[in-house]
């Protein structure tokens, strides 16, 4: 009986069978994540997979959308023959090369040749009911039948203890990425930001919006020198380390939102050796 029910669920999720499939209109529902703090999980609950440097990608069944719910123009090629349910994931290029990524998505006018850089590192089906760990497999299983080169199911694997999981991020920052995702198997996928959902970095990071800039100095002089910025609870600071030169002389837009790193938080909450990582152009100003 198991294996006639996994047929016809993997026939149902190829599009073989002719169930109607809900696809979500507007903004995608998609799972967030916390931070991951040792001794607060226990490690034998999650899977642990590599956190892809790239852009947030929901297909919804019929259309590539980012996490904010604007529309993604890849080729044809690219989606064709796609199965009819939701998968999520990131489209990436390769380590170190958000900003390539970032500028071939966005592109509403396709190039061919950037997209064929481009891979879905898919990790997860958000509208199977499965917990994690059954979900891998019909993931899995789903991937491998369509047998398209630059659609990927992401790896997950499972650590030992907390000085595994060090040495697993030790290799994946050494490597060039930029840290660890882990995610609880037992969990069902849910639209909000959770703890069976955790990301792990070298450095904590947040997002914040654009309200202003700071004319530079000395070399930065008729440049920008710093961001003034604005985080979702209202605290504003200044943002003046981890620009190129090109950023300086063309800043991020008034209402952008962009990612920093930083170290830590002042007893008033403000972040500690803050600087610029990159423009989040897949979030609504």
Known sequence: MRAARDVLLLAWLLGFLPFTVAIPAGTPAVMLANVYRPGESDLADYWVSEKYDGVRAYWDGAKLLTRSGNLIHPPQWFTAGWPRIALDGELWVGRGKFEATSATVRDANPDDAAWRKVRFMVFDLPAQPDVFTQRIATLQAVLSTLALPWVVPVVQFKVADQAALDRELRKIVAAGGEG?????????????????????????????????????????????????????????????????????????????????????????????????????????P
């Open 180 to 284: 660890l995702m882990l995610h609880r198997g037992s969990s069902a996928y849910r639209a909000e930001r959770t703890g069976d959902l955790l990301k792990l970095k070298p450095y904590l990071d947040a997002e914040v919006r654009v309200i202003g800039y700071l004319r530079g100095n000395g070399k930065y002089r008729d440049m920008m020198g710093a961001l003034q910025v604005e985080r979702p609870d209202g605290l504003q600071f200044r943002l003046g380390t981890g620009f190129t030169d090109e950023q300086r002389r063309h800043p991020p837009p008034i209402g952008s939102w962009v990612t920093y790193g930083y170290r830590s938080l002042t007893a008033k909450g403000i972040p500690c050796f803050a600087r610029f990582l990159r423009v989040r152009d897949d979030m609504p």
